[in-house]
């Protein structure tokens, strides 16, 4: 029997308790007429227990969807779950039969929706009539291997972890194509039971449900019947569309703990009574990101579900505000609570999800001198921060600073597959009270009694006899909530008793049963193990770090257990194996579905099916997504100090730095109007002289995007802006549909939302480098509204590769762009540093050594940029330059610039001047003056037209041929930037961003008709 005792605490207080009667009611008559496909749900009879309705999950995808890299939908045919419960554990396997329609090989992305928390345990795939198992391998090795070919798909997963599984699969072939995944998740009573996701799947022919256990309850298609040997099987077999998921009780749900030799697993419920904390003002933070478009609608009913249930049973009209944010902040409700209504929500419907993810932007904005106080904040996000600061600290220590304006708990609402532990984290961030993090799901009844009532952490636990406990703390815990606990006991110990310290005081006697499915239990107190090390090593000092790292990969290999330190590949060539050391020894062993249930498959050496002519080795790790840019990071790459990149201002038109000038509108007074890209519509369209054959959208784009480059190339606006909206709403995560919807934003005038649409690819693709560039090189061309995203874009994608030149160059040029429009010098200083050292990483790779000239002029662009903005810092600059070996730009020269971001790409540049003569890779001079400096024919390169001297050719007008589009993604990126140098460091830059969509792509980029300098300098024009 449980003796908890609160350390300190408050009289309780229990809200409304009339409630429980009202639910009893409502799940009755839910209970009664529930139906899915015109089966009949049973009553829920799990004994002693109130019938209590599920709520109702509205989903914002289906479960399973497999669709092509163009688009192309491949058709769910049958699905077959196998299901195993004991007590508080379950393991399951999905297989999946889909069919290709297309006459070819598709390159497809997977998405599986998967309980919270759940551990994925297998992922194969069938070829030649045998299962291609996935491995577990070091997670280095498996990035590294990304890195050596970028050709290799990768698992994509928002930040790792969460409940959806996102895999890209190569080379689907023609017709049937079966996957099968399996995973284990902990089962946590009602709060969050078994569950087969089936509402929202398409007709199948085929459906097929097997679940055992002990003594098993549903609610769902279906039925529970005895086996021979005393378990309970539910089962479904069915076709069409079901309505409705199975949700699945056990009474074994409620026993004190597993045992299995050594092994032991309690359940303990810490918190013994309620404490009263109710909502007397509230601020609600609502993430409108990319990441929020697929079930954006749910997601807002979920927020008027959730502030409707805490106007009924507030006592009071509280104050509410309801903040927007991406990566600006927008104000949709400041008032009373009982005005919030339908007009709101449709202005959030209206800005839609849009834009990269700034929480510390929003938080600051939230806590800036608001006009009254608000005491609790609610903030609905995944937790994926794609923009400003998103490391834990960052963000705690902006919570913490909201104590400042009277605000004293902070909750979460996860949205989506998101970072649970980052939200956790910033729940309890040093304010008064800590918050706790609630699923999205959760009935709004649920989540009202959760936030209306104290939470408690600090909680320390022990196991009297055990060797390790995980977790040894507990945070974010209030009555009712139940937790696993994991141990390593003597098996002649009989009892277990666990032991709570800290901000509670207490000790229970747990009785223990033998586990029935010994390899669930196996499998989930192995992993428990290693999450206790992992612990160990965050806590760790010096050279223990190291060794309990090493601890961490051993056991986590030989138990195939995927965390931080491990990942999933998929075995191809044999000759591709030893990379990831899957060719010594025996693999580790497989858990897996065999007649009789769950079973622990030994396995020999590696089997590929269809031996050495199998495909190439493709990863599926999550990427991690990056936390902040620190100075030591970038220190490690541009070997220089100075101070640390500004955090970005919050709201959402963002101010320039102080000293920062004003600048038009892109496109306004341009010197440069590039084909698809028009001005506002109260803007004259100027005459510009084209020199050279015209290119239309055709040469270079096919289906809608063409389309919509078509309708703005013929000036009609209104309709390239639908067709490009229609097209984003139906593919949330197109980057083409992004691109297209961001130039028809342009053209209309509409530069903030245009900067929300580029933003967009920054936040559903964080951790890939090539998509970090391109949305930065896109949000360049919009001016000062998005300059500090572009530093933070262009930052990240280099910390993600390091020994890129051209990573280097492009933000060494956005810092500087920045120390120009800004005035900060500072910046000078951290720009040369970075191009600085993207010199000495192209010189020290000889397939980067055309880009090492371009890189050496830049820094000498840089000094003299520097020079002319601080003239005192002359003998300093010179000293540097001097050392390094790099000369001063002193004379005038317009230089054009290509970089692009796919490796198997060849890109061309070509030039003609205003007498119509042509420089590109077969002629590189012009007689009016200028030369491209090499042809770079393979890999990411660099390719440069230079001017010494005064430019005499003008008009220049500029053209890009693209060939070789990547496999996998279907289009080409890059941009061509426009360097002036007056002589005397003033800059001038243009910046032209290009995709195309079609292999053997040209493009027109404009024409250049005269200087770009301003009449001073130094300065900058961001037309």
């Known amino acids: 029997m449980a003796t908890w005792t609160r350390g300190s605490g408050r009289s309780g207080w229990r809200a409304h308790r009339g409630r429980r009667v009202r639910l009893a009611a409502l799940a009755s008559l839910l209970g009664l007429t529930a139906c899915t496909g015109g089966i009949e749900a049973p009553a829920d009879t799990t004994p002693g227990g109130d019938l209590v309705a599920e709520p109702a999950l509205v989903r914002g995808e289906s479960p399973i969807t497999l669709r092509g890299e163009d688009g192309t939908p491949l058709r769910l045919r049958e699905v077959a779950y196998r299901g195993q419960l004991d007590a508080f554990f379950g393991a399951t396997e999905v297989e999946m039969t889909f069919e290709n329609p297309e006459g070819r090989s598709l390159d497809g992305r997977l998405s599986i929706a998967l309980p919270a928390d759940a551990r994925l345990v ?190 009924r049973w507030t006592a009071d009209d509280i104050p509410l505000r309801v903040l927007c944010f991406d990566q600006g902040v927008e104000t949709v409700f400041e008032g009373r609570i009982s005005a919030f ?24 904005f939230a806590g800036s001198q608001p006009s009254r106080r608000y005491e609790r904040m609610i903030i609905f996000t995944d937790g994926v921060v794609t923009a400003g600061a998103g490391h834990v600290e960052a963000l705690q220590g902006e919570v913490a600073r909201l104590a400042e304006v009277g605000v004293k708990r902070v909750d979460a609402v996860a949205l989506g597959h998101g970072r649970g532990e980052l939200l956790a984290a910033i729940s309890r961030s040093g304010l008064p009270r800590d918050g ?114 090493r601890r961490i990969i051993d056991a986590s290999l030989r138990h195939r257990i995927l965390n931080d330190a491990t990942a999933l590949i998929m075995p191809g060539r044999a000759d591709e194996r030893p990379r990831f050391g899957l060719d010594a020894g025996r693999l580790a062993p497989l858990l897996a579905f065999g007649s009789e249930g769950v079973e622990v498959r030994e396995r020999g050496d590696l089997a590929i099916p269809g031996g050495s002519a199998s495909p190439s080795a493709h990863v599926l790790v999550a990427e991690p997504v990056l936390p902040d840019i620190h100075r030591s990071d970038l220190s490690q790459v541009s070997q220089g100090a100075g101070r640390s990149r500004p955090t970005a201002p919050p709201g959402a038109s963002r101010p320039l730095p102080v000293g920062a000038p004003a600048t038009s509108r892109p496109g306004a007074n341009a010197a440069l109007v590039a084909d698809g890209r028009w001005p506002a519509a109260d803007e004259e369209i100027p005459e510009k002289p084209h020199v050279g054959p015209r290119r239309r959208p055709k040469d270079a784009y096919d289906g809608l995007l063409l389309a919509v480059m078509d309708s703005l190339r013929l000036g009609d606006r209104p309709s390239a802006g639908s067709l490009a909206r229609r097209w984003r709403d139906d593919e949330p995560a197109s980057v083409l549909a992004l691109i297209a919807l961001g130039e028809a934003l342009e053209a209309n005038g509409r530069i903030d939302e245009a900067a929300r649409a580029y933003g967009s690819i920054a936040d559903l693709f964080p951790t890939r480098p090539e998509m970090r560039r391109l949305a930065a090189a896109r949000l360049e061309r919009l001016g000062d509204v998005t300059r500090w995203l572009v530093i933070d874009s262009y930052a990240r994608a280099l910390r993600k590769q390091p020994s890129d030149p051209s990573s280097h160059r492009l933000y060494g040029y956005a810092l500087l762009r920045h120390a120009l429009l800004s005035g900060d010098l500072s910046y000078y200083r951290e720009a040369f540093d970075i191009l600085l050292s993207g010199f000495a990483w192209a010189r020290a790779d000889a397939r980067s050594q055309a880009m090492a000239r371009v890189l050496y002029e830049d820094i000498g662009l840089a000094a003299a940029a520097w020079i002319a903005a601080r003239p005192d810092d002359r003998a300093y600059v010179l000293e540097a330059l001097s050392v390094n070996g790099i000369a001063l730009a002193e004379e005038p020269s317009l230089r054009f610039v290509l970089t692009w971001d796919t490796a198997i790409s060849d890109v061309d540049l070509h030039v003609r001047d205003g007498d119509g003569r042509h420089a590109f890779y077969r002629q590189r001079s012009l007689e009016s003056g200028g030369r491209l400096y090499a042809d770079v024919t393979a890999g990411l390169g660099i390719e440069a037209f230079v001017i010494d001297g005064a430019a005499g050719g003008f008009p220049y007008s500029l053209q890009i041929d693209y060939d070789t589009l990547d496999p996998l993604l279907g289009y080409g990126m890059g941009k061509v930037e426009i360097i002036e140098h007056d002589g005397r460091g003033g800059l001038s830059f243009r910046e032209l961003p290009f995709v195309v969509s079609r292999d053997g792509a040209n493009l027109d980029l404009g024409v250049i008709e005269g200087p770009l300098a301003a009449a001073s300098a130094p300065s900058v024009d961001e037309g």
């Open 436 to 549: 706790l993090v609630i699923r999205a799901d959760a009935a709004p009844e649920i989540a009202l009694r959760k936030l209306v009532h104290e939470v408690v952490s600090g909680v320390e636990v022990k196991v009297t006899g055990s060797q390790w406990v995980y977790p040894e703390r507990l945070d974010g815990l209030q009555a009712d909530d139940t937790v696993l606990v994991y141990a390593d006991l003597a098996p002649e110990e009989d009892d277990v008793e666990v032991v709570v310290g800290g901000s509670l005081r207490g000790r229970q006697a747990v009785t223990t049963v033998a586990a029935t499915a010994p390899s669930i239990l196996e499998n989930a107190w192995r992993a428990g193990h290693v999450r206790w090390m992992e612990a160990q090593a965050r806590a760790c000092e010096g050279d223990t770090c190291e060794a309990w790292r």
């Open 341 to 364: 209504g339908e007009r709101h929500l449709a202005a959030i419907r209206g800005r839609g999800a849009l834009g990269a993810s700034d929480l510390v932007g929003a938080l600051r």
């Open 122 to 311: 297998r992922f194969a795939v069938l070829e030649g009539g045998a299962w291609r198992e996935a491995e577990v391998v070091p997670r280095k090795a498996a990035f590294d291997s990304l890195l050596r070919d970028v050709r290799e798909p990768a698992l994509i997963a928002d930040g790792g972890g969460g409940d959806r599984l996102l895999v890209r699969l190569p080379r689907i072939p023609h017709g049937e194509l079966r996957v099968l995944v399996g995973y284990v998740e902990e089962i946590r009573g009602r709060e969050q039971p078994y569950r087969v996701a089936l509402a929202g799947l398409p007709r199948l022919d085929a459906i097929d449900v097997r679940v055992t256990g002990a003594e098993l309850h549903g609610r769902g298609p279906g039925e529970a019947n005895k086996l021979a040997d005393g378990r309970t099987l539910y089962a479904f077999r069915g076709r069409g569309t079901v309505e409705q998921d199975i949700v699945i009780h056990s009474p074994g749900q409620r026993v004190g703990g597993l045992r299995l030799d050594n092994r032991v697993v309690a359940r303990i419920s810490p918190v013994p009574h309620d404490h009263a904390e109710p909502i007397g003002s509230l601020t609600i933070l609502f993430d409108t990101s990319a990441s929020q478009a697929l079930g954006f609608g749910a997601q807002i009913d979920r927020l008027a579900e959730l502030v409707d249930e805490i106007r």
